[in-house]
């Protein structure tokens, strides 16, 4: 799993090492690439760098996150708990309506006390 907060899966650690192959190998997945991309996206260059006051791809953009999750081939739940979750319509948009009400209180932040700082 990329991170704690994500109880999705490609590879199974041990499934890995049982068929010859290596931790290396699961970070080639298309969660794990997908995951990247955003991430480089996000960051952007020093002078336009994406609000790092919301820098999880999870939890603050948890849009983007599950499109790619949609999107990737084989990814499975950690437990049961995460199968429900994926499904459910309404923790997905509560989930959006957060990430929209902490871009609206930190997005003014990040811009008049971060980016413009690192312009002088």
């Not at 041990?14 to 080639?28: H, N």
């Not at 459910?88 to 008049?112: G, R, S």
Request: charged content about 40%.
């Amino acid at each position: 799993m990329p991170c704690v907060f994500i109880p999705y899966y490609v590879d199974n650690v041990r499934d890995l090492y049982k068929s010859g192959r290596k931790l290396e190998d699961a970070l080639q997945s298309d969660l794990f690439r997908k995951g990247r991309e955003w991430q480089t996206k996000y960051l952007g260059t020093k002078k336009k760098p994406g609000n790092m006051l919301m820098p999880c791809f999870i939890r603050d953009h948890h849009k983007e996150f599950y499109e790619a999750i949609k999107s990737c081939k084989k990814v499975l739940p950690e437990d049961e708990c995460a199968k429900q979750a994926i499904k459910d319509e309404k923790w997905h948009k509560m989930i959006y309506d957060f990430d929209k009400k902490l871009a609206n209180l930190t997005e003014p932040y990040w811009k008049k006390e971060y980016i413009k700082k690192d312009k002088k």
